[in-house]
């Protein structure tokens, strides 16, 4: 069975502060994407990267960056957290061959 | 730029009922994916069924089937005989065939309760 983990399930940070969050995929998927899930928006592309150190922009990078140092980890960084980036987190991996995509368990994240 | 429409935000069924579910899409792409995805109240998304735009025949698995109207860009998810495990939020979501990126793009959702 095709695995993504994600480092937390709730996180809670205060304004301004630095947030890293992370994902793990086993099954060497070359693709690995962020997402964004608010209510009545569905789920929003943040970054996604295709290879090792590759990342292109979605629909909604702005306050966001990615850092992709091995194939199986894909980080979302927060630079300075504010109120208006509490969601839902999504990660997902997919084959580059074949679209279907692989979620993680998503990381509800709250900024106080 | 592709857009996914589901204009039910929330449905409800009786145990072992029909419910259709509504989307709608706009591209002007001839080659693509269309998906639905289930998020159960646990969050964890998982893919229920997935479409090839090539092919005329409507995709099926299990309860689950699709109405995938090309030219009407619109893609419908039947779920038959509904169970109370169905009771999830459902996602509609397009993808363009290339070689990398293979993005989604979703819709905003629709909710199912399932009541026994």
């Known amino acids: 069975d095709v695995k993504v983990t994600q480092s937390s399930r709730y996180l809670v940070k205060r304004t301004g502060e630095k947030v890293f969050l992370e994902c793990v995929q086993d099954?060497?998927?070359?693709?690995m994407f962020w997402y964004r899930q608010d209510p009545g928006l569905g789920l929003r592309l943040i970054y996604f990267?295709?290879?090792?150190?590759?990342?292109e922009k979605g629909d909604i990078p702005e306050g966001y960056s990615v850092s992709r140092e091995k194939k199986e980890r894909f980080s979302l960084i927060l630079e300075s957290a504010s109120t208006n980036q509490t969601s839902m987190y999504l990660c997902?991996?997919?084959?580059?061959?074949?679209?279907?995509?692989?979620f993680g368990p998503g990381t509800r994240l709250t900024v106080l | 730029a592709q857009t996914v429409t589901q204009s039910q935000p929330e449905m409800s069924v009786q145990e072992a009922e029909t419910v259709t579910l509504s989307c709608t899409y706009d591209?002007?792409?001839?080659?693509?994916?269309l998906f639905w995805y289930k998020q159960p109240p646990s969050r964890q998304m998982i893919l229920v069924i997935r479409?090839?735009?090539?092919?005329?025949q409507n995709a099926t698995e299990n309860r689950f089937s699709v109405n995938f109207q090309k030219a009407a860009k619109s893609f419908s998810l039947k779920i038959s005989d509904s169970q109370l495990g169905d009771t999830a939020m459902y996602f509609c979501?397009?993808?363009?065939?290339?070689?990398?990126?293979?993005?989604?793009?979703f819709g905003g959702g629709t909710r199912v309760l399932v009541k026994p």
């Open positions: 990267s295709y290879d090792v150190k590759m990342k």
């Open positions: 979501a397009f993808s363009m065939i290339k070689a990398a990126g293979n993005k989604l793009t």
């Open positions: 997902a991996s997919s084959w580059v061959a074949y679209n279907e995509q692989f």
């Open positions: 479409q090839e735009a090539y092919k005329q």
């Open positions: 099954m060497d998927h070359e693709n």
């Open positions: 591209t002007s792409e001839n080659n693509y994916y």
